[in-house]
């Protein structure tokens, strides 16, 4: 217990909540290779979502409370997400993004899955007018379950983000 109350204190709460809290009552920890095929075919539809700046799309695969969670900690909603995503869409010109399952566990009505973007954003900066172009590459673990409407994301977390700025490409 000890331990948890210092990982609390460096941590915070939502960090702490996120290691300790268990994914549910029927999580097998067994690899289903169906469920990684179709949460995968999800990420490819998101990112075409974001290529287009859908963002209604994106949100479809969310859970109404759905929560995210990024490196530090901070915690958004569901609503604060999609509302974050809507600001950064409308600032960019193009977006594109692949995302990749590098590690996957669970069963056929939950899933815990580690995932890889690579992301190239290119826009113009607002003072010159030039061109700018900002690439990412992160790490999310996220949690998905299945409802009767197909895969949804419950819960993800940022856990590591390299990011470079690309000036007059």
Known sequence: MQTTARLWRMCGAASVLWMIVPAGPSAAKTTVPSARR???AIYNKIDAA???KDVDTIADFNTDDCA?????????SSDGGRQELVDLLENIDTFQRTAVITGFTGSDAEATVTVKDHTV?????NINGRAIR????????EYWIKTDDGWKRKRSR????????????
């Open 50 to 52: 974001l290529a287009r």
């Open 121 to 125: 954003q290119a826009t113009k900066n």
């Open 158 to 169: 940022e856990t590591k983000s390299k990011v470079a700025l690309h000036k007059n490409f």
């Open 68 to 76: 995210f969670y990024g490196p530090n900690g901070r915690l958004l």
């Open 38 to 40: 179709e949460i995968q």
């Open 134 to 141: 900002l690439v990412t590459d992160e790490v999310f673990r």
